[in-house]
């Protein structure tokens, strides 16, 4: 599927203009200041007041309603190397950065350029992808725009700073979609997360024979069952070891659903697969025992499709992969082709929002929502609230 790029063509001194004006001005230059965290280098996250953003040609000033904590926000805090870099890795994240990759927010600035770019206006409710595509690379010309070559994801490079602010700029490159009012903000800002899990499934190419299983009943974990659900495959089985979180996956369309601490997860996968084993594994827990667990549970030529972020190097059986089961192993990377899917999915009342959307924190209280998330039992989304 191709996606049409935003008409970003602009004149020499447009471009100069934006390139200028896109983020931080001098301080003396701005007229106004706003609250945001700034991320200074892992477990180093700090609130500070900061110039309000001044957006460029093509470009949107959002006032921003809600942004959630994705656990790749965590383990950016926790210095992960996935987003640090070490010897052999270079760093993703660049220091100084205001973080937060999902989100929701109301347009409060936009130029004729940028308005009929997205077909939005100033008080409309959006959202953007996570991502912002560069539209000139291999990627984004064939449509794989989620894989662009310059990968600039909200909240992690300076010239796509986040949402954990109370204002922020959409680049004139953004994904723009509209969302409905309706719904609460916290809601509306699960859109992120769920075009993520709506990928996930999509790319395990689900048939109605298969049973499906999905590992993890955190925010993406509870979208991919809800996705797999609307495959209507033969059967839908979520992993996980907190009681609540699987009665969630319950309300979300889950079939069955297995506390791996208290039953023997590939014993009840076995009766319900004539001893074969799953058709389809998704992990969404970024746990290194996930993955071993999902090669032991799939079937031969069963296939594995891998969405969760790792805090540090997984190593497995190879030969479990190749010669003992010919495996389908598949990556999941955002969300592209999905947002409007998600969007509908959120606005029908599909999923029980309010059992997922666990806590809603002011934009100060920012450490205890990294706090929460981290502890893995008291929330499923936190999200903040900066305005």
Request: one cysteine or more; hydrophobic letters at 45%; aromatic letters at 8%.
């Amino acid at each position: 599927m191709s996606v049409a790029p935003p008409d970003v063509s602009f004149s020499e001194d447009e471009a100069a203009a934006a390139e200028e004006s896109s983020w931080w001005r001098k301080a003396d230059a701005m007229t106004a200041t706003m609250q945001a965290v700034i991320c200074c280098g892992p477990q180093d996250y700090r609130l500070e007041e900061v110039p309000v953003p001044i957006p460029g040609p093509g470009e949107a000033l959002v006032r921003v309603e809600a942004v959630g904590i994705c656990a790749s926000d965590l383990k950016c805090y926790h210095g992960a190397v996935k987003f640090w870099g070490d010897e052999g890795r270079s760093a993703y994240v660049e220091a100084g950065v205001i973080p937060g990759h999902e989100f929701v927010g109301e347009i409060v600035q936009v130029d004729d350029a940028g308005a009929a770019g997205w077909g939005v206006a100033v008080g409309d409710r959006v959202v953007s992808e996570q991502i912002v595509p560069c539209w000139s690379c291999r990627y984004c010309l064939r449509g794989q725009y989620h894989m662009c070559q310059r990968n600039a994801v909200y909240g992690f490079k300076h010239r796509t700073r986040g949402a954990m602010a109370q204002f922020m700029v959409f680049p004139a490159e953004a994904l723009v979609h509209k969302v409905s009012r309706e719904l609460p903000a916290a809601h509306a800002a699960f859109a992120e997360p769920l075009s993520c899990s709506l990928h996930a499934v999509e790319r395990a190419a689900i048939t109605f024979d298969d049973v499906v299983v999905v590992a993890g009943c955190g925010p993406i974990g509870l979208g991919m069952v809800a996705g797999a659900a609307a495959k209507h495959p033969a059967r839908v089985i979520a992993l996980d070891m907190e009681p609540e979180k699987l009665a969630v996956a319950r309300e979300c369309g889950a079939d069955t659903v297995i506390d791996i601490r208290a039953e023997d997860a590939a014993a009840v996968i076995a009766g319900f697969t004539d001893g074969y084993g799953a058709d389809v594994y998704l992990e969404a827990t970024g746990h290194p025992s996930a993955v071993p667990q999902g090669l032991n549970l799939l079937r031969k030529q069963g296939t594995y499709v891998e969405y969760g972020v790792f805090g540090s190097a997984t190593t497995v059986d190879w030969s479990i992969i190749g010669d003992d089961k010919e495996l389908d192993i598949r990556g999941a990377h955002l969300g592209p082709h999905c947002w409007p899917a998600a969007i509908r999915m959120l606005e029908s009342g599909a999923l029980p929002m309010d059992r997922i959307c666990t806590h809603q924190l002011p934009l100060a209280d920012f450490q205890k929502g990294l706090d929460l998330v981290a502890g893995g039992t008291e929330s499923v989304k936190v999200t903040l609230l900066p305005n």
